[in-house]
């Protein structure tokens, strides 16, 4: 959710910041290869801290993450996200238009957004004056003082409830919801963070009230920092922002997801050509042991676009889908492990098929030494451009601070993809990857997405219809 409203205020505020970097731009020296050096404390009100400095350019980039994400809703769909979108509406003394006004006459950019695990809020500035000031005190009084006036809150509200209407006629937005709902169950993770239609038309005020002043508290909150700022300067830069924000006490460790006992098969009638067919179970978490090793398998697998296996096998041999791809999302609690394709209704059950074959024989075979040397490559040799601004760099902070990663986790990233081998991809694909256990959702025409369905199920044992 991005505060500036109306929608061409983002563009001026863009202009504004690009005409004025330009010039630094083409005088600044490029960000060394070598990884950022991280520079952590804890701010008065117990906000851990992550800083690096960027002085290349005269801005600074921050991001807020909290353990305030839509896991914590508990019986109010959406109220995480909500929360967040309501910050940008009404703080302290202002109103929405004038917190876009503030913000868009000195070309910073400011947005709030909420998944599974965090609440995120993050601030783009120029340090110079009177940008600077008028950007981070904006910033602080939004976290700090949301005023969650009633007539902006059922704005907000309406815009949501159309937002679902639209999630609805769409066949992807159906299948990952109802993905998601398979594979977590009655876990919090199984809810979407957007809520559900019933959930937003009746959430009161109240609940989002509670829900900042339980979730929006130092002890709760990392802020990551990169910019034009020496340690000094960052340590006055993080008091300001969260001043606002008492101690408190950090959120609980959220539930842990079970495994998936047996295959569950959702078929979901849609009226359109095309069928999408998901598939998933729980993958790993962020820390995970087996992490690195699944992330440079999955590579190959199904991550690296068009040279994955899943694309060679589903798109160049036999044309049945444009895109295929797998990803493992890891969270703090395992995420899921997914695969996607889309194809035409009629081609479903060769697809599918063609998918969960794919995924046992990488389970089985692993990946060849050729495939394994190409994907160290292209995922270390595309390494430096991931750490090659300062959003990227911010972004990583906020990563490593929320999931309490190691600080030299960035260092040691390409050392950890470089001694990876395809024995230890194959034995951890065979321990965390179950294929007779996945959730399978297919949603497209009736009679070619039941044939799919149940033509894995004989595949794999009996059919469990519908979700936990």
């Not at 067919?277 to 440079?296: E, I, N």
Request: charge should be negative.
């Amino acid at each position: 959710m991005c505060i500036e409203r109306p929608s061409d205020r983002v563009e001026r505020a863009t202009r504004h910041l690009s005409a004025w970097l330009a010039g630094t731009l083409l005088i600044a020296s490029p960000l060394a290869q070598a990884t950022p050096d991280i520079q952590t404390w804890n701010t008065e009100n117990g906000t851990r801290v992550l800083f690096v400095a960027a002085p290349e350019i005269p801005m600074v980039d921050a991001r807020l993450v909290l353990a305030a994400g839509s896991a914590r809703d508990g019986q109010q769909p959406g109220l995480a996200s909500m929360t967040a979108d309501m910050l940008s509406e009404g703080a302290g003394d202002w109103n929405a238009d004038v917190i876009a006004d503030r913000l868009d006459g000195v070309g910073a950019i400011l947005s709030a957004s909420a998944d599974r695990d965090m609440t995120m809020i993050s601030l783009r500035t120029l340090t110079r004056q009177p940008a600077f000031d008028t950007a981070v005190d904006t910033f602080a009084t939004l976290i700090a003082r949301p005023t969650f006036a009633p007539d902006a809150l059922e704005r907000v509200r309406q815009n949501r409830l159309i937002a679902l209407r639209q999630d609805e006629e769409s066949p992807r937005s159906v299948a990952q919801k109802a993905l998601y709902r398979a594979v977590f169950g009655a876990h919090p993770y199984a809810t979407d963070p957007s809520g559900t239609p019933e959930s937003i038309a009746t959430l009161p005020r109240e609940a989002l009230v509670d829900f900042h002043a339980r979730h929006y508290v130092g002890a709760n909150a990392v802020l990551a920092l990169v910019g034009d700022l020496d340690r000094a300067g960052a340590e006055a830069l993080a008091k300001r922002l969260v001043a606002g924000l008492p101690s408190g006490e950090p959120a609980g460790p959220l539930p842990e997801v079970p495994a998936l006992a047996h295959e569950n098969l959702e078929t979901i009638a849609f009226p359109s050509s095309q069928t999408t067919v998901l598939a998933g179970q729980p993958g790993m978490r962020r820390g995970d042991p087996d992490y690195f090793t699944l992330y440079v398998g999955n590579h190959i697998l199904g991550g690296s676009g068009l040279v994955s296996i899943l694309m060679d096998e589903i798109r160049e041999k036999r044309g049945l889908s444009y895109s295929t791809y797998s990803y493992f999302l890891p969270l703090a609690q395992p995420g899921p492990f997914l695969m996607s394709l889309q194809t035409r209704n009629d081609q479903a059950k060769q697809a599918l098929a063609v998918l969960l074959d794919t995924l046992k024989r990488f389970i089985n075979q692993g990946p060849t030494e050729a495939e394994l040397t190409a994907a160290k490559k292209n995922i270390t040799g595309g390494f430096p451009l991931k750490i090659a601004s300062n959003s990227n760099i911010v972004q990583y902070l906020a990563v490593i601070g929320f999931y309490d990663l190691p600080l030299d986790y960035l260092d040691r990233f390409r050392a950890r993809i470089e001694v990876v081998t395809t024995e230890q991809i194959r034995d951890a694909f065979a321990r965390r990857v179950h294929p007779e256990r996945l959730a399978i959702v297919t949603v497209g025409a009736p009679s070619d997405t039941s044939a799919a369905a149940s033509a894995a199920a004989s595949e794999q044992g009996p059919a469990v219809r519908g979700t936990p």
